[in-house]
């Protein structure tokens, strides 16, 4: 598993309609945030996609996902630094692939709290 409820379980108090909530704006987001920083890294429009990749951090972060937030945080750190923005690219490609693994996981968490 990709993502842990657990601390969102514990911040809510186990409310079921906040945790469904959250997934659902998840969902709703997180494909549209991807497809807009996609535009974003290809025109290397870096102000950007360091937008887009803090807020993926943090939404990946509400739901447990730490392998997404890891990668977000990493791209957002290079662009804040100055650094190496050639890895930027290869990393966004292995954060896409994740986030697309853990969609269909907060899909099938989210049957949980219908």
């Not at 977000?72 to 190496?84: A, M, R, T, V």
Request: with cysteine.
């Amino acid at each position: 598993m990709l993502i842990n409820l657990d601390n969102l379980k514990v911040l809510s108090r186990h409310n079921h309609s906040f945790i469904r909530e959250i997934l659902e704006v998840y969902l709703m987001n997180t494909p549209k945030d991807l497809l807009k920083m996609r535009e974003s890294v290809d025109a290397q429009d870096w102000p950007v996609v360091r937008y887009f990749a803090h807020k993926l951090k943090s939404s990946s972060f509400t739901i447990g996902f730490i392998e997404g937030h890891r990668r977000f945080q990493l791209i957002e750190q290079i662009i804040k630094n100055e650094g190496d923005m050639s890895q930027i690219v290869p990393m966004f490609d292995e954060a896409i692939l994740l986030c697309d693994e853990c969609i269909t996981e907060v899909k099938l968490e989210l049957t949980k709290y219908i």
